[in-house]
Nanobody, 124 residues
Framework: QVQLVESGGGLVQAGDSLRLSCAADGRTFSRYAMGWFRQAPGKEREFVYAISTTGRTIRYADSVKGRFTISRDNAKNTVYLQMNSLKPEDTAIYYC?????????????????WGQGTQVTVSS
């Protein structure tokens, strides 16, 4: 069992930056690929970014290319999502998720554990 807790969301203006964190409990964090997803009001949850267990491989959605980056610190059991040049369309609840295995995945069904989410609101 892995429990995930996201933090770092908030209300910002377009063009601002935020860094989301996702802290995991347990001693097996390094065995899980980690992903970030988001869900805007009235829309389906969508993939944003994922990172392999070692951090060497990443995968991202085209919508965040060049603006967001992902990283992880296995010593701190934490994964981060750095979001720059935020746009109003980035407004959503952001969820982190853990998938047992090394590869960064983009499909919701491939993830085993989910956090409760953190709200990100970008005003224009």
């Amino acid at each position: 069992q892995v429990q995930l807790v996201e933090s770092g969301g908030g209300l910002v203006q377009a063009g601002d930056s935020l860094r989301l964190s996702c802290a995991a409990d347990g001693r097996t964090f390094s065995r899980y690929a980690m992903g970030w997803f988001r869900q805007a009001p009235g829309k389906e949850r969508e993939f944003v970014y994922a990172i392999s267990t070692t951090g060497r491989t990443i995968r991202y959605a085209d919508s965040v290319k060049g603006r967001f980056t992902i990283s992880r610190d296995n010593a701190k059991n934490t994964v981060y999502l750095q979001m720059n040049s935020l746009k109003p369309e980035d407004t959503a609840i952001y969820y982190c998720a853990a998938s047992f295995g090394s590869s960064p995945l983009s499909t919701i069904a491939q993830y085993d554990y989910w956090g409760q989410g953190t709200q990100v609101t970008v005003s224009s």
